[in-house]
């Protein structure tokens, strides 16, 4: 068995493609595109900050101090038209003509006596995910009703040290008793699982393929099966070669998303890394490795399998894309708000561990539940394991 | 010495799998099961070199799969001086060298590495392999592209190094499943050359071939396998009288034609 292991190793280790998926991507390619998707992320978002907004406003005699504080503010951009109707101004946006209209009704008075709401009408695009013209306009809005509000009041007798006891009467101070660990733990934990497993998988599908239908498609598989070496000692040693890229590839890439936040928090003054480090402490650090060594042995066993059974490579990447959605799909489910570890979910393989992960980052996870999931998975492995080895013993998945 | 009795293998046929109207026609089709191989039984002694012939497929692919234990036989017996191959099938590797025209090579591994490897799946000691490493390659004139990639090799590179591969553990029986088919002159050469040898040494080598030439100059029995059957079993020169012309090709045609069950 250690004779098929050190030699799969070695012949992965000299293969361009497998020091791609394995090392290279987590090293560098990942940190380089997060962090260039961070950098278009900023940039887009500083840009719309920047940008100038052309404006039309209709009656905006009838609010000068709103009308002056929109044409002062620097995001905006007064443009003269003609048109008033809605419909008209709605055609004019759509022919970029302006971005934004700003409807103000004819009979609003400022000092009006009598107290009506009055229906103003913004028309602009919001489509954009970034809406910055809503934004502006509703800061400015804030500060031109507050003003309205505080004289209304005082028009009504209210002293301006009582306006503030009006409009807000009561008031609240929160107080968290969530711990920061907890917060962060929410926060983060779910995406632990959601980055390492499809890396865990994306390191080991790679050399499975190699290994499994590869041997067959370049023809060494027969000699191999007519060693004197038992076949479970064949797919065993072949197992853990795929389990041993997978894991060192999802190693790889927490060393490195480690030393680049190091790197960068350092920069940055913030030190998130040895945060994270001292919130977490080894024994719950080792608990989350205990989780997913059981889980990669499982999508090591699964990938294998299949890879044996196919024909070819090529067969093989068909089989195992799909298997890829699969594991998917329970990890976006443990991201998603108000997923908690409960006996229902702890019994839906890697959601389960997806979640146990959040819980210890969190700190508040129940044992029995971890002991459940953990004893579970581990059954699972062990039963793909029998299954893989078993699979390597028929002659109608050997020899198709 | 290795002797067959009475192989038979039969594969399942899944049940979507259409056949064709001369596959239906076959007589190896009963019920869900294809009988590939029905009774092939046959010897090979020392110095011997045993061609097995028969169309395209035949059965005799599966033959040398039972033999070198890669399958399982559904019945009979492969001896191996004297020891049962299916009852004790690790200890029967042992003893067999493999080698077919389309077994590969790892790619990424060197000659030596590659030849290496299956010495240690065979149990050999490092010592033991390096000396037998160094002489095979003497022998087949290896030594300058032995550190070289299989990738980065000639077919006829490949070639040796897979025969290489097939013997370094000193099989008593060489198999060799068409093992000229698809190779250049040279390679092929090489191929027989490596043959002659085994045979001046005394092991008993059965290959399959559809290369008639081949049989004449090397081959001292002759089998042929029709439908799973072992048709002609037989000296070189009793397969040759079967022809009035003595001519291998005729021999083998009336051979098949003869009967078919």
């Not at chain 1, 048109?83 to 009704?105: H, M, S």
């Not at chain 1, 044992?367 to 078993?390: D, K, P």
């Not at chain 2, 050999?124 to 290896?142: G, P, V």
Request: proline share 3%; net charge neutral; charged share 20%.
């Amino acid at each position: 068995m250690w004779q098929v292991y050190q030699k799969e190793l070695l012949e992965l280790m000299r293969d361009k493609k497998t020091l791609m998926f394995v090392v290279l991507l987590p090293l560098l390619i990942f940190p380089l595109l997060f962090g260039l998707m961070g950098l278009v992320m900023s940039n887009v978002s500083r840009q719309a900050e920047a940008e100038e907004h052309r404006y039309v406003i209709i009656n905006a005699e009838r609010a000068p101090a709103f009308a002056d504080a929109l044409f002062y503010h620097k995001n905006f951009k007064k443009v003269e038209t003609e048109l008033t109707a809605a419909e008209d101004l709605k055609q004019a946006i759509r022919d970029d003509k302006f971005d934004v209209a700003i409807v103000i009704p004819a009979d609003f008075d400022v000092s009006a006596e009598n107290l009506n709401q009055s229906k103003w009408q913004l028309i602009h695009n919001s489509s954009s995910q970034l809406d910055m013209i809503s934004k502006h306009f509703n800061d400015l809005l804030k500060t031109f009703s507050k003003k309205l509000q505080q004289d209304k009041l005082a028009g009504l007798g209210v002293s301006s040290d009582k306006v503030a006891a009006v409009l807000e009467p009561v008031t609240v101070e929160r107080i968290n008793t969530a711990e920061s660990r907890e917060n962060i733990g929410e926060k983060i934990g779910g995406f632990i699982a959601y980055l390492l497993v499809p890396l865990v998988l994306a390191g080991a599908s790679y050399p499975a393929m190699d290994i499994g239908a590869g041997e067959k498609e370049r023809g060494t598989l027969e000699t191999l099966l007519i060693c004197p070496i038992s076949r479970s000692a064949i797919v065993l040693g072949k197992f853990l070669t795929v389990l041993t890229t997978g894991l060192v590839s999802a190693a790889l890439t927490v060393i490195s998303f480690g030393g680049w936040g190091y790197l960068i928090g350092s920069m940055a003054g913030v030190d998130v890394v040895a945060k994270t480090m001292e919130t977490l402490g080894f024994i719950d650090l080792t608990l989350i490795l205990a989780l997913l060594l059981p889980l990669s042995a499982i999508f090591a066993a699964l990938l294998l399998s299949l890879s044996i059974y196919a024909r070819s490579y090529k067969e093989a990447q068909n089989y195992i894309g799909p298997v890829t959605m699969v594991v998917f799909m329970p990890l976006v489910v443990a991201i998603l708000p108000g997923v908690e570890l409960n006996w229902k979910t702890a019994m839906v393989p890697v959601l389960n561990v997806a979640l146990s992960i959040k819980e210890l980052v969190k700190g508040t996870i129940d044992y029995l539940l971890l002991a459940a999931v953990l004893g579970s998975t581990l059954l699972i492995a062990a039963a793909a394991i029998a299954f893989c080895v078993s699979w390597f013993q028929k002659e109608k998945v050997l020899f198709r | 010495m290795i002797q067959i009795n009475q192989l038979a293998k039969a594969f399942a046929i899944s049940k979507n799998n259409k056949l064709s109207d001369s596959e239906k026609n076959d007589v190896r089709y009963g019920g869900d099961r294809f009988h590939s191989v029905r009774e092939v039984s046959f010897s090979c002694g020392a110095g011997e070199v045993l061609a097995l012939l028969g169309p395209n497929g035949a059965g005799k692919t599966t033959t040398l799969r039972l033999l070198s234990t890669a399958l399982q036989p559904d019945s009979g017996s492969v001896l191996i001086d004297g020891q049962d191959v299916i009852k004790k099938p690790l200890q029967a590797r042992k003893r067999i060298g493999f080698l077919s025209s389309s077994t590969g090579l790892y790619g990424r591994l060197t000659a030596r590495e590659n030849v290496a490897y299956f010495g240690r799946l065979h149990g050999m000691s490092e010592n033991a392999l390096n000396e037998r490493i160094d002489e095979l390659f003497s022998l087949l004139q290896m030594h300058e592209f032995a550190n070289r990639r299989a990738d980065n090799m000639s077919t006829g590179m490949k070639q040796k190094t897979a025969i290489a591969r097939a013997v370094v553990h000193s099989p008593k029986v060489v198999v060799l499943d068409e093992p000229t088919t698809g190779l250049d002159i040279m390679t092929v050469q090489t191929v027989l050359d490596f043959i002659r040898s085994l045979k001046q040494q005394g092991t008993p080598v059965i290959f399959s071939t559809h290369h008639l030439d081949e049989v004449a100059a090397l081959c001292d029995k002759v089998v042929v396998i029709n439908a799973g059957i072992s048709a002609f079993n037989g000296s070189l020169e009793e397969f040759r009288q079967l022809s009035p012309t003595a001519d291998l090709r005729q021999a083998f045609l009336q051979v098949l034609n003869k009967e078919v069950v």
